[in-house]
């Protein structure tokens, strides 16, 4: 065999396996039933008062098992600070289960473990601390589609180092 004949049915096959990854490729522009079952949501929230300033960016995400059965990640950020007295950097994650009961009532159980950073100034002077907190919620709300507010509750609550004021907690989760 000639090699110019070789060089063209070398070329020939490797454009025909080209051409047929490219339209196999086209044909999976259709999402994968795992991403069709996945739900995105968070939240975000912003406050301040006469020298206080919060801010908290918290998104995640859900994967729909079945109707009923949802399991979820999320990530969390917040900043607090208050005039030359107390300023904090809040930084986790967590992990989230969902089960309705009936289309109306959610379940929930949510794990989060933060990294709190905070400065403070108290009666012995600058404060300055840095340590992990873990917080265990069970919760149950009222849902209407992606819609759902209820209450939780922290089992792990410890009132000197948990970032919450009260271990009763309401909540509001969007999932799109």
Not at 79 to 95: A, P, Q, V, W
Not at 141 to 163: A, H, K, P, W
């Amino acid at each position: 065999m000639k090699t110019s004949t070789l060089l063209r049915t070398c070329f020939c096959t490797i454009l025909c396996l080209f051409l047929s990854i490219s339209l196999q490729a086209q044909e999976e522009d259709y999402p994968s039933p795992f991403w069709s079952n996945v739900r995105f949501g968070g939240g975000i929230g912003l406050s301040f008062a006469n020298g206080f300033f919060s801010a908290t960016l918290a998104p995640s995400a859900i994967y729909e098992v079945n109707e009923q059965f949802a399991l979820g990640v999320g990530l969390n950020g917040t900043y607090n600070s208050e005039k030359d007295f107390y300023r904090s950097t809040i930084l986790g994650g967590s992990i989230l289960t969902l089960y309705n009961v009936i289309p109306e009532l959610q379940l929930s159980a949510e794990f989060e473990e933060l990294n709190v950073n905070r400065n403070y100034e108290d009666d012995l002077g600058l404060q300055d601390e840095n340590y992990w907190y873990p917080a265990l919620f069970v919760g149950a709300g009222f849902r209407s589609n992606n819609f759902t507010f209820g209450i939780r509750y922290d089992v792990l609550y410890d009132e000197e180092r948990s970032i919450y004021a009260d271990p009763w907690a309401p909540f509001v989760r969007v999932f799109f």
